[in-house]
C-alpha cells in the first residue's frame, strides 16, 4: 500500500510537469513584430569658394515638423540632421543660390553636391533596417562671368532631392515645391527668390 502511495505522488508530479511544460509554448512567447515609428534624415550640402563668394546660398529643406525650412549656408559644408517623431511625414532639401551683384573675377570654379540619408527607427529608438543613401547630386564648371546667372538656376534644379516616408515605413520618391527660383520647366532661366512655398506643410498625404 505504501508503495501504491509512493507512485500515485511520483506520477502526479510528472503530470503537473508536463502541465507547466505545454503552458511555456504560449502565443505570448512570440516575437513583436518590428515596424517603424520615426526617422531621422541627414542633410549634407558642400560648395566651393567660388560659389560663395558669387552668390547667396540659400537652402530649402524639410524640419522635424515636416515643415519647409531654410538657412543660409556660409561656409563650404552645411549640414542638418532632424528627426521626424511622427510618420508619415516627407523629406528632402533643395540649394538655391543668387548672384550677390556685378561678378568681378575673369572666371569662376562653380562646384556643388548634396547628398540626403534617411534612417528609420523602431518604438525604441533602434535603427531599423539599412538607411536609405541618396545619390551624390552633383554641378561642376568653369564659368566666366556672363554664364553665372544661368548656372545659378541649374544649381538648384539639380541639388534637389525629396522622398516620402510612409507609415509603414516605407520610402518612395515625391515631389516638393520648393521656395525660391528653382524652374524645372526653363532650367536657363534666373528668376527672383522669394519666400512663396518656405512655410507651408508638407507632410505627406499616404
Do not use: H
Not at 502541465?19 to 515609428?37: F, Q
Not at 563650404?76 to 532632424?82: C, M, P, Y
Not at 540619408?117 to 568653369?142: A, M, S
Amino acid at each position: 500500500m505504501k508503495n501504491l502511495k509512493i507512485m500515485s505522488l511520483l506520477l502526479g508530479g510528472l503530470l503537473s510537469l508536463g502541465g507547466l511544460t505545454s503552458c511555456s509554448s504560449s502565443d505570448d512567447d512570440k516575437p513583436e513584430t518590428t515596424k517603424a515609428t520615426s526617422a531621422t534624415a541627414e542633410y549634407v550640402v558642400n560648395l566651393s569658394q567660388d560659389l560663395l563668394d558669387a552668390a547667396a546660398i540659400t537652402i530649402y529643406y524639410i524640419d522635424s515638423n515636416g515643415l519647409q525650412a531654410q538657412e543660409t549656408a556660409t561656409s563650404g559644408k552645411w549640414t542638418k540632421t532632424v528627426s521626424f517623431d511622427i510618420l508619415p511625414t516627407q523629406a528632402g532639401f533643395c540649394v538655391q543660390p543668387r548672384l550677390k551683384g556685378e561678378p568681378s573675377q575673369e572666371a569662376y570654379t562653380i562646384e556643388a553636391d548634396g547628398k540626403m540619408t534617411i534612417t528609420l527607427l523602431d518604438q525604441k529608438g533602434n535603427n531599423i533596417g539599412n538607411p536609405y543613401v541618396g545619390n551624390k547630386l552633383e554641378v561642376k564648371g568653369q564659368l566666366g562671368p556672363n554664364f553665372l546667372g544661368q548656372y545659378m538656376t541649374r544649381i538648384s534644379t539639380r541639388l534637389a532631392e525629396a522622398k516620402a516616408i510612409a507609415a509603414d515605413g516605407t520610402i518612395t520618391n515625391t515631389t516638393i515645391t520648393w521656395g525660391g527660383n528653382a524652374d524645372d520647366k526653363d532650367p536657363n532661366r534666373d528668376t527672383e527668390i522669394n519666400n512663396d512655398g518656405a512655410t507651408g506643410t508638407t507632410r505627406a498625404a499616404i
